[in-house]
């Protein structure tokens, strides 16, 4: 089985030239990162999340990922949020090259069939600049995942950043990754 970054170069490239009339192999649009984001607002409030929950979050989105995320902070204090300044509030990892392809095709091929009630994704989903943004509800679609030695459930998203120009090009691009989106 070839994998996703070679489908790219040898039949997705000439694919999207032969549709939207490029000259050249590098005015086809391509996949620049995926950001995978979790908030931890609601578990922050908890007595013991520094010493126990956030080190849980951490690891399974490490095994998720295949990289340690970095910790986003509170900028300042909001007193109707119960958030303090310095206090982490999300966490975040940056995906590229050959990671991103591999996170890519683990998420096609087994996190979306192991979503319950799955229909594909929402065009809506799509911004203007070409992004695709997908939530999950809970992290356990991950087969890395052991869900009865998870302790803690949370949510994530995912945000697929291209370089297309425009809208239609990203939705074609991601079509043919593969990834499973509904009808228009």
Known sequence: MTNLFQKYHKEIIPAMKEKFGYKNSLMV???????????????????????????EIIKDLS???????????????????????????????????KRMYDFLERLNSVAFPRVKDFRGINLKN?????????????????????????????????????NAKKREEAIELYRQLGLPLKKS
Do not use: C, M, Y
């Open 29 to 55: 649009p391509r996949l620049e990162k995926i950001v995978v984001n979790v908030g931890v607002g609601r578990l922050s409030q908890q007595s013991n999340f520094e010493e126990k929950i956030l080190p």
């Open 63 to 97: 095994i998720i990922t295949g990289q340690k995320p970095a910790s986003a902070k509170a900028k300042k204090s909001i007193a109707g949020f119960k958030i303090r300044a310095g206090q982490t509030v999300g966490l975040k990892t940056t995906l590229r090259s």
């Open 126 to 162: 799509v911004d203007n600049n070409g992004n695709l943004t997908v939530g999950f509800k809970e992290h356990v679609i991950f087969p890395e995942i052991n869900v009865e030695a998870s302790k803690i459930d949370f949510g994530l998203e995912i945000s697929i950043v291209s």
